[in-house]
């Protein structure tokens, strides 16, 4: 069955996108199939594990950054004399991530 299993644990997190501990964490749990080494803290995974469903089902449902900022949304930070939320509001983003983004803005100088 694992017969062309050489896969390893930090393959699959690549592959999926988490922490190689996270793909042990889902061993150990059931939801990834694999056979430990027989000497040490390693695992075999499969190459069925490593199908497009299985790996699909099991990446992350959002990404990992949000997006960067334009150059049109910078110079409206920069002029904008509204309060924070009505920034936000009118670039599509979270009052808190405009806080952040003056914050930075500030601290580099720009703002």
Known sequence: MY?????SAQAFAREVGVH??????????GRVK???HKKGKRWYIGEKQFGKNNVE??????PKYSK?????????????????????KMLGRSPNAIKIKR??????GIL
Do not use: F, G, Q
Not at 3 to 7: D, E, P, R, Y
Not at 20 to 29: D, G, L, P, S, Y
């Open 3 to 7: 017969k062309n299993a050489c896969n």
């Open 20 to 29: 190689r501990t996270t793909v042990v964490e889902w061993i150990k749990k």
């Open 34 to 36: 694999a056979l430990p």
């Open 57 to 62: 089902r099991l990446k992350k449902p959002y």
């Open 68 to 88: 960067p900022y334009s150059e049109a949304e910078l110079h409206v930070i920069r002029n904008a004399t509204e309060d924070i939320k009505t920034v936000a």
């Open 103 to 108: 914050h930075r803005m500030r601290k580099e």
